[in-house]
């Protein structure tokens, strides 16, 4: 008995020394199987390492490794996992000796797929325990009783404890391998997607980083749009998919179907398989069904606590999402959301400077105009090629804001060349009506539907004039001077997320200062015209007073036509209109 200890204790030594060399499973599973099927005469061995759910043990097959130059968690590198009952594991954590397990009749560990179809009866169970916390366990199985040797069972005690530190070494540096992965991963793939300046890019960048990662068969972003009510589709599911000719638009939410946007889930699965295609025959899933999609994955993207959109992955396979790849999902979403943030960020930069730019530009180009259609026709050019809209006519306000003039309108329209219509283009009309008192009140943009207005008691003169314009909706925008609305320009119906409303606005505002200033100037003229009125009567008063006062003054009655008389003549033409009675010559 002491020459056999003594001899255990060598081969504990001679195993310490080659256990501290061991770097990955692959190594220990070599260890095993050619130092001790001899010791402990096992036929076969299976290692199995605890799951993150700490209830599950991931049985490793002999030729795993962890990782093989990736991100893979140990459940991808196993061939089975075994559930662990929640007595049986208490028994293992407070046993310390090998246990010695009945196949045939012990079910508190289920090991029929193991040894599935093999004449194995019996098997042998030792636990990898470090810092008091189960982390493994090792299992050798025999095909009858009398292959177990007990006496092995303190020598194998302590290899397995000797192993048990194996163990935790090598699942400590695959740890910090993955972590090292993880960083490169992400570190790449921030340097590839930083460049991008468009969100059309990124899921190109994120299939050629992550595919073989996460290993998804498509991925799509689907941006939120500023008003929350559309997203924007970024990537395609195929040459086939029908929304491969609507990335970049805007498109109502209703069309991803309420099963995939909404949710506060950052990570979430939906499995496509049971979805009735009839009933989302317009969606996006039923698009991803069509392409052989089975399972679509929805990763929330937040930049800042703002939702930004999702990050949506599309596997033809049930996709495995353990730990460490649900957080390496999480990191790639961060870095897509903030990318999106900064994209966003500068599109909004360049935008700001384009409207400036335009802005400028349209001042420049109505700079020194005294004629309102020639501004109508400047102001008509910019809106439609800048902000995709269409003007009909701009009615401006009076002072006291008691009526209004249509100041100015399509000259080329239908109908504005009839006598009827000039008379009302020409003529002032109340304000307070429905659709101006709303605008007035509201100082906001009124969609207003022309057909409602017909056949109304009082109809306002302008309904009949934008009926002649074939106009069915139309829009009322107030024209604001500081805080003041001095006037409503009505336009055509508009795609609010096409149009710059933006620019669109600013534009609005430099024609009210263009049209206030034209208005100073027009009233200007008119009193200045007023002013030239009355001088010329002032002018013609004063010839005629002259001519009278020539009359009264005349000379008929004295007689004489000699160079003397004519000098006292004038003379007294001198001093006529004087009270003084002395003429200094």
Known sequence: EIINREKDNELLISLSNTTAGLRNFPQLMDLVSSRFANVFFFER?????????????????????????????????????????????????????????????????????????????????????????????????????????????????????????????????????????????????????????????????????????????????????????????????????????????????????????????????????????????????????????????????????????????????????????????????????????????????????????????????????????????????YLKNLCLIEDISLHWFSDDKKFQTCYFWDENAPGVSESGIQDFLNQEFPIHDDIFSTILNEAEMRNVKVSDYIGLTEVPAYINFLCRQNCEHIIGVPLFRGKEIVGVLFVKEFDAHNADQPLFRGLCTQLAIAISNLVASERILRQLSQIKMYQERLEEEKVYLKQELETSHHYTEIIGEGEHIRTVFRLVSQVANSDSTVLIL
Not at 99 to 112: F, N, P, T, V, Y
Not at 320 to 341: C, F, H, K, N, Y
């Open 45 to 381: 061995f299976f290692i199995g390492l605890l799951d993150e759910d700490g209830v599950s043990v991931n049985i490793l097959s002999s030729s795993a490794a962890l990782p093989d130059r990736e991100i893979k968690p140990l459940s991808e590198a196993s061939i089975l996992k075994i559930h662990l009952d929640q007595d049986f594991y208490r028994q293992l954590i407070s046993t310390s000796s090998p246990m010695i397990l009945d196949l045939r009749s012990d079910h508190r560990i289920s090991l029929d797929r193991l040894v599935d179809n093999l004449a194995f009866s019996y098997a042998v169970l030792c636990r990898f325990i470090h810092n008091q916390k189960l982390i493994g366990i090792w299992i050798m199985l025999y095909k009858d009783l009398a292959s177990i040797n007990t006496g092995l069972f303190r020598l194998l005690q302590g290899v397995s404890d000797q192993l048990s530190n194996s163990v935790a070494n090598i699942l400590a540096n695959e740890r910090l391998y993955q972590t090292e992965m993880k960083k490169s991963i992400l570190l790449s793939l921030s340097k590839n997607i930083s460049t991008s300046r468009n969100p059309r890019d990124l899921p190109k960048i994120l299939e050629r980083e992550m595919r073989e990662i996460l290993y998804f068969d498509a991925n799509l972003i689907a941006q939120l749009a500023h008003d929350s009510d559309n997203i924007i589709l970024w990537g395609s599911l195929g040459e086939d998919s029908k929304y491969s000719k609507k990335t970049g638009r805007a498109l109502p939410l209703p069309e991803l179907t309420a099963d995939v946007m909404p949710g506060s889930e950052a990570i979430r699965l939906i499995d496509l398989i049971g979805i009735d295609l009839k009933a989302e025959e317009s969606s996006l899933l039923s698009d991803g069904i069509r392409n052989g999609m089975n399972y679509l994955l929805q990763v929330k993207l937040i930049s800042r606590a703002d939702s930004l959109g999702y990050w949506l992955l599309w596997y033809k396979d049930r996709p495995a999402l353990p730990g460490p790849r649900l957080e390496l999902l999480e990191e790639v979403a961060t870095i897509i959301a903030t990318t999106i943030s900064n994209i966003s960020f500068n599109d909004r930069l360049n935008r700001r400077e384009q409207e400036k730019t335009s802005l400028l530009g349209f001042t420049q180009a109505i700079a020194g105009i005294h004629d309102r259609f020639q501004l109508r026709n400047i102001f008509n050019r």
